[in-house]
């Protein structure tokens, strides 16, 4: 069974930057959605940015897109978002998350509850 690890987040002030990483093991690697949902308190939990594993693809959430980047690793397994020009909205826990992709198409909106692993979750904190 897949699991991922977490590292990263902490706190930044307002556009400032950081960094989350994930390492994906116990199961193929290519060929998965892998990336980040994150969950504001009171609010549900949404996707973030996704990556294609082993192929092409990237995905983002419109509140993220043109200030955060998804990357992947191959050689290592895991992929990386760098968090630029955040902002306090930015602020959250966040969870990296994986699902098998059945036809090679990531939905950055995709249910939770269809995600196949998640990871134990890192906090974001950004000040004004």
């Known amino acids: 069974q897949a699991r991922l690890a977490e590292s990263g987040g902490g706190s930044a002030q307002a556009g400032g930057t950081l960094r989350l990483s994930c390492g994906f093991s116990?199961?193929?690697?290519?060929?998965?959605?892998l990336g980040w949902f994150r969950q504001m308190p009171g609010k549900e939990r949404e996707g973030v940015a996704l990556?294609?594993?082993?192929?092409?693809?990237?995905y983002y959430s419109n509140s993220v897109r043109g200030r955060f980047t998804i990357s992947e690793d191959k050689a290592k397994n895991t992929v990386y978002l760098e968090m630029s020009n955040l902002k306090p909205e930015d602020s959250a826990m966040y969870y990296c998350?994986?699902?098998?992709?059945?036809?090679?198409?990531?939905?950055?909106?995709?249910?939770?509850?269809?995600?196949?692993?998640w990871g134990q979750g890192t906090q974001v904190t950004v000040s004004s």
């Open positions: 990556i294609y594993t082993g192929g092409r693809g990237t």
């Open positions: 116990g199961d193929t690697y290519s060929g998965n959605c």
């Open positions: 998350a994986a699902y098998r992709a059945a036809v090679g198409i990531c939905t950055i909106n995709r249910n939770p509850s269809l995600i196949d692993v």
